[in-house]
């Protein structure tokens, strides 16, 4: 009796999850207003809405009615197994999730908020059609609308719908990511049911062969062309049918659009001509014959395109930079365009232009992250996915860095922008699924199996055999978590099945808030075996994600992409080894030898919570009891990880058990010790080598014989640092996480200095020799002092750099200035050249009560055009005195238990204010303390110029322009109110005096 109820319970739930569902497309109103293109992509939306309705229809959820005592007996049969009847739930969930995810309809799917229905707080019942895309396709597939309607009235009756929000499209690139993720959903269950898949297409085809609603078929046509060929096809046949074809709807589109086209240089209001009375742009509904009346250009209007076509020549290859932001997101993005250059030119040698910095060998490829959601082909304009929405470091991004040391490129500004909002501006409340399902008890041996296959497999490998891809999946993520039938390996469950898996964060580690990946590892013995577990996923989905292009899943996350790397580097980069304990040398004093030897902290550039640092070394003895507990299976966290089901027991199944079996007992472990052995030691000390022979390392010889060694000692039982262990195996996550340890190998490498150079506890801090110095590229020294003579930038690093004028020496320091808040407009959005925004009488764009035809003649008068005088090369020589740090106070979060701190915490928790001393010619030294930690940027050049501008602009070219020498004199009144000013840093060593002087102010 009780399963009964189950099953009864059960289908009213898939009953009226999918009503929900389906009634959920009305929030997003019709695009007939806003132009033909925005039509299309609602009738796109609509025809997943279609299928949705064509599929409850073909497994029965459309036939049940409200009084139907048992649901279970009308639906599809397969849908009373709770498997089936999971998964559906799931997807259909997922499908309500995209539509009330306010946040990812505005950031991710540009969507933006119209008025509601109605107003206050008043109920409203689903009155179908209710906008024009449902009033044309309803008049198509009319027996589907009949039943959106009558299952709205029924489940409405009792229970009206609130108030729901409606929302317009505003972004029509990002919307179409919207209708993807539908219809990856929408695939997904009709894969569930092979068989209902002709059934589903029959169904639409007939109500397409039966209609003669022109219109309707002719937007239809268009709206599947490139997702459903098939729809596409069969509203082409009927429309050929019916004796039209497609150009009526392309009038309108010419008709409709026209108005779209904006007039950058003068307002429409004084541009368009009167509409003629009696005008009628569309068709009228049904008759493909009636005459379409298309709008003419007046005079002035050909007159002012002549003009505008004349301004663009003359700024053809001009830059122009924007910024933007939303409101509804931290994420800010930056960009460059060249003005006349199309997206193709822009897409294949534009990041020759932009100065974005190449990696010079391959162990600094840890510096930057790869991308791992990919593309299936190239668009004309840029396109983010999930990945570009997650901010894991901005050193870590290719496109941070530019060339010129310690500058940023545009793209790199707009990440700066990105994480200053991200920790000093408004909260963003993110809502991710996790899954809680039940895992499986995995022992060490099916672990270390597993990532022995993962390592000898190609990228090309998936998909050879789809069901052993799903017993894979099944065997390390558990059954509860994923299901099976084909459908998932194409579609986009899968994704969501991996992300609320790996989100969950009782289980696995969240790498981006650790210093060290190995410290981990050899921390706690117990946690090897979840780290592997959590390689091993992460792994799956790289690959999954690589298979299959424009993975578009909500749940991507910085512990999803953090997982994604270490997973990356851990397969390409770790072998494990085991050897026979009965052959290998045992030293019982090396046995009982501790593996943690040192307590400190972990960088942290923010906040730093308490941490380990650690010295490790092969077969340790913790290490083998750990691998004893796991060789039958672990039972850690068994509030989280609970045993799974058996499956099947067929002769199929019982041979492919038995070959598993045999497979995992080649790495059984017990009489074994398992050593871990790094497969790009020769490249990471080659590559640290490098970086030391570019930054003038003082201590060259002495790192060398050190480093070359330092591989074979641990092999030989040799303890070393936990930093050169991470650096040695290439286990670092990028960005600022390599840039730590690379320097930090560098300084274990060289003896002479590990006994007086503790270990950094910031990300961000300096290392001071008595020689020379060495600062991150993000602190205001390392931007200040990249652009003298013979300094480098390499992994985050500018150096050599000039000591400090009185010390300290041998130690890491840490600078403290103030942040720079990017600016903001109301708009949300900064540009720079172009058109822009109306700049008063210095603006080429017609001004209040300026007669037209006198400003046009202005304007195309060629005699008012010329090039700006750049400013005069100056002989100054400014040359840099000397360095000097000043200890400040320690913050006041530390002052209240100060009195409980080691001397040596307190100068780890000390900051310094930085100070530079320069000489300019032969006036008296000029001091410039360092305030602030400003952002340089350098953008690129522009093409063909230099380029002429109209004289009316000509003068803010020529104002605000300083030479070094008399920066001090400056007031910030008197350049503030009128935009930009210019620094003239021609003279030698002036650039280093100018940026100096901004990172005073």
């Known amino acids: 009796m009780a399963e009964v109820a189950g099953l009864v319970i059960g289908a009213v739930s898939m009953v009226t999850l999918w009503n929900t569902c389906v009634q959920a497309f009305d929030t997003v109103a019709s695009g ?26 073909a497994v029965g959820l459309a036939s049940v009615q409200k009084e139907t005592t048992d649901p279970s007996k009308v639906i599809d049969t397969r849908l009373n197994r709770e498997e089936m009847r999971n998964t559906v739930l799931r997807l259909l969930g997922c499908i309500q999730h995209v539509f009330e995810d306010t946040q990812a309809l505005q950031r991710k799917y540009g969507l933006k908020q ?11 019942h689903l009155a179908l059609p209710s906008n024009d895309t449902q009033q044309v396709l309803a008049l198509v597939f009319k027996r589907a609308y009949s039943n959106l309607q009558r299952s709205a009235n029924e489940y409405q009756q009792n229970t009206p719908l609130r108030l729901k929000t409606m929302w317009a499209i505003s972004d029509k690139a990002k919307f179409i990511h919207f209708v993807t993720e539908i219809r990856g959903f929408n695939d997904s269950l009709v894969h569930l049911f092979p068989d209902m898949v002709t059934k589903t297409n029959n169904t639409l085809r007939e109500d397409i062969d039966s209609s003669e609603e ?71 509904e049904g008759d493909a014959n009636t005459p379409v009346q298309t709008y003419k250009e007046t005079e002035l209007e050909k007159e002012l395109d002549k003009m505008e076509a004349f301004c663009d020549e003359k ?44 990696s010079v060998h391959t162990a600094f490829d840890l510096y930057r992250k790869r991308k791992y959601i990919t593309k299936s082909r190239q668009s004309e304009y840029e396109s983010s996915t999930d990945e570009d929405y997650v901010l894991l470091d901005v050193e870590a991004d290719p496109r941070y860095d530019n060339l010129r040391p310690g500058t940023v490129t545009i793209e790199g500004y707009g990440l700066d922008c990105w994480e200053y909002e991200e920790l000093h501006g408004k909260s963003h409340d993110k809502t991710i699924i996790v899954s809680t399902g039940p895992l499986p008890d995995l022992p060490a041996k099916k672990l270390l199996r597993r990532i022995d296959e993962l390592q000898k497999m190609t990228s090309k490998s998936l998909g050879w055999d789809p069901q052993q891809d799903a017993d894979d999946l099944a065997e390390f993520a558990g059954d509860g978590n994923w299901y099976f039938d084909g459908y998932s390996r194409d579609g986009f469950l899968i994704f969501s099945n991996f992300y609320s898996l790996l989100n969950r964060r009782s289980i696995f580690t969240e790498w981006f808030t650790m210093s060290s990946v190995s410290l981990v590892v050899h921390e706690d013995p117990n946690e090897i075996w979840y780290f592997l577990w959590q390689v091993i996923l992460g792994r799956e989905l790289a690959r999954r994600l690589e298979r299959f292009p424009d993975a578009s899943v909500s749940g991507f996350t910085v512990h999803i992409l ?29 046995e009982d030898a501790e593996v943690l030897k040192e307590k400190e902290s972990e960088p942290m550039s923010q906040n730093p919570p308490e941490g380990s640092s650690t010295t490790v070394k092969e077969g340790s003895e913790a290490a083998k009891k750990t691998w004893k ?76 014989d050190y480093a070359e060694n330092a591989y074979a000692n641990l092999h030989a039982g040799t303890t070393i640092p936990i930093d050169l262990y991470d650096w040695i195996f290439g286990i670092v996550l990028p960005g600022k996480w390599m ?122 008068d060629e005699s008012r055009w010329s090039i700006p005088e750049p400013p005069v090369r100056q002989m100054t020589t400014c040359t840099l005195e000397g360095i000097r740090v000043k200890k400040q106070p320690l913050d006041t979060s530390l002052v209240d238990n100060q009195s409980d701190m080691s001397a040596e915490e307190i100068e780890d928790e000390t900051q310094y204010r930085a100070s530079l001393v320069f000489k300019i010619d032969n006036e008296e030294p000029v001091t410039y303390t360092l305030y602030t930690n400003p952002v340089f940027v350098t953008p690129p050049s522009c093409i063909e110029g230099p380029h002429q501008v109209h004289l009316r602009e000509l003068p803010k070219f020529q104002r605000n322009v300083w030479n070094v020498e008399n920066l001090k004199e400056v007031d910030s009144s008197e350049f503030e109110d009128n935009g930009v000013m210019i620094i003239n840093a021609t003279g030698k060593g002036a650039e280093a005096v100018a940026r100096a002087w901004c990172s005073e102010r």
């Not at 033909?36 to 229809?57: F, N, Q, T």
Request: net charge positive.
């Open 114 to 124: 119209e008025s509601p229905f109605g107003g206050g707080g008043s109920q409203i």
């Open 739 to 860: 840039a730590y340890k690379i320097v930090a190998a560098l300084v274990l490498c060289t003896p002479s200095l590990t006994k007086e150079v503790r270990r950094a506890k910031y990300f961000d801090m300096g290392l001071s020799l008595p020689k020379q110095t060495y600062w991150r590229s993000r602190t205001v020294l390392g931007k200040v002092l990249g652009c003298l003579p013979g300094v480098k930038f390499l992994c985050g690093w500018i150096g050599p750099c000039p000591p400090l004028t009185d010390g300290p020496y041998h130690k890491y320091i840490r600078i403290k200035p103030r942040k720079v808040a990017p600016p903001k407009q109301n708009n949300r959005t900064i540009r720079i050249g172009g058109p822009g925004p109306d700049e008063g009488e210095e603006s080429i764009r017609i001004q209040p009560d300026e007669d037209i035809q006198q400003w046009m003649t202005e304007i195309n």
């Open 629 to 704: 507990f796991w060789k039958k299976g672990s039972s850690a966290k068994k509030q989280e990880v609970s045993k799974s089901k058996p499956t099947g027991s067929g002769k199929k199944d019982k041979a492919k058990d038995a070959d598993t079996k045999s497979r995992d007992e080649v790495w059984d472990i017990t009489d074994k010790t398992l050593q871990i052995h790094s497969l790009v030691h020769e490249r990471q000390i080659e590559g640290l080598l490098r970086f030391a022979e570019t930054m003038k390392w003082p201590y060259m010889n002495e790192t060398r």
């Open 562 to 590: 953090s997982t994604l790397i270490v997973s990356d580097l851990w397969i390409n980069n770790v072998k494990f080894v085991l050897v026979d304990e009965k052959g290998a040398k045992k030293d019982k004093k090396k």
């Open 214 to 284: 022109i219109r309707g078929l002719q937007l239809l046509q268009q709206a599947s062309s490139e997702d459903h060929e098939e729809i596409s096809e069969t509203a082409s046949e009927r429309l050929n049918h019916l004796g039209a074809t497609m150009a009526s709807l392309l009038d309108d589109q010419k008709t409709e659009t026209a108005s779209e086209a904006p007039l950058p240089l003068v307002p429409v209001k004084q541009a368009q001509a009167p509409a003629q009375k009696g005008a009628n742009p569309l068709p009228k």
């Open 32 to 57: 007939r207003n806003y132009g033909y293109d925005y039509e299309v992509l609602r009738v796109k939306l609509e025809v997943e809405r279609i299928r949705l309705l064509a599929w409850g229809e």
């Open 315 to 358: 700024s053809r290859g001009a830059l122009t930079c924007s910024v933007f932001s939303a409101d509804w997101s931290a994420r800010w993005t930056a960009s460059v365009y060249w003005q006349g250059s199309d997206h193709a030119w822009i897409r294949s040698f534009g990041d020759d232009y932009k100065g974005f910095v190449p």
